[in-house]
């Protein structure tokens, strides 16, 4: 079962960056397409973010467009999130997993969840 470790969360102010990691345990990363997370407290999980497998595209939530960058190093087994001019309402624990590809689509997710890497985004 594919089994990812999301880490590189913490507590920042308004307006500050963050890089968020996800490490692959198990397997290898680069056979697929990965997408970030996040659920608010008392919200609905949402996609934020993903990066295809196949010719490295992305795609991003509006919400976070233009300001949040995914990337995959195949070679450490591990997709990012920076995250830069972070909001309050950015604050949520975010998760990584398998999504759908051709492009990618957080609509089609693959596996369980992890146990996340929480953001608080507070002055």
């Known amino acids: 079962q594919l089994q990812f470790v999301e880490s590189g969360g913490g507590l920042v102010q308004p307006g500050g960056s963050l890089r968020l990691s996800c490490e692959a345990s198990g397997f290898t990363l680069d056979y697929y397409a990965i997408g970030w997370f996040r659920q608010a407290p008392g919200k609905e999980r949402e996609g934020v973010s993903c990066?295809?497998?196949?010719?490295?595209?992305?795609h991003y939530a509006d919400s976070v467009k233009g300001r949040f960058t995914i990337s995959r190093h195949n070679a450490k087994n591990t997709v990012y999130l920076q995250m830069t001019s972070l909001k309050p309402e950015d604050t949520a624990v975010y998760y990584c997993a398998r999504v759908g590809d051709h492009p990618c689509t957080w609509y089609k997710r693959f596996g369980s969840w992890g146990q996340g890497t929480q953001v608080t985004v507070s002055s």
């Open positions: 990066i295809s497998n196949s010719d490295g595209s992305t």
